[in-house]
């Protein structure tokens, strides 16, 4: 069984960056990172392939967000710059989704633990 362990999580004040990292026990295909704040329901935040080259982002947070994959395929960064409140959520981690459903969090069906992330002044 294949899993996904998540680390980087904290607590920043507002303008700060974080790196989040994500390793998979197992070499998978699609990963992604979502989010999830209080009472809101789990978004995309940002997904890469399989080999690395090609990646999406949630369109609020380009520019901001960058993820990166290295060259073993089984872990996943997400670069978070110039962090605001509203970033403030639980990241969770997902793999396997088929690349034309990755916004879709129904679609993953690996996911890990999740690391809070607070951005607060």
């Known amino acids: 069984q294949v899993e996904l362990v998540e680390s980087g999580g904290g607590s920043v004040q507002p303008g700060d960056s974080l790196r989040l990292s994500c390793v998979a026990s197992k070499t998978v295909g699609a990963m992604a990172w979502f989010r999830q704040a209080p009472g809101k329901e789990r978004e995309f935040v940002a997904a890469v392939d399989w080999r690395g080259r090609t990646a999406e982002y949630a369109d609020s947070l380009k520019g901001r967000f960058t993820i990166f994959r290295d060259n073993t395929a089984k872990e996943i960064d997400l670069q978070m710059n110039s962090l605001k409140s509203e970033d403030t959520a639980i990241y969770y981690c997902?793999?396997?989704?088929?690349?034309?459903?990755?916004?879709?969090?129904?679609?993953?069906?690996?996911w890990g633990q999740g690391t809070q992330v607070t951005v607060s002044s």
């Open positions: 997902a793999a396997n989704a088929n690349w034309g459903e990755i916004r879709f969090p129904d679609r993953y069906g690996l």
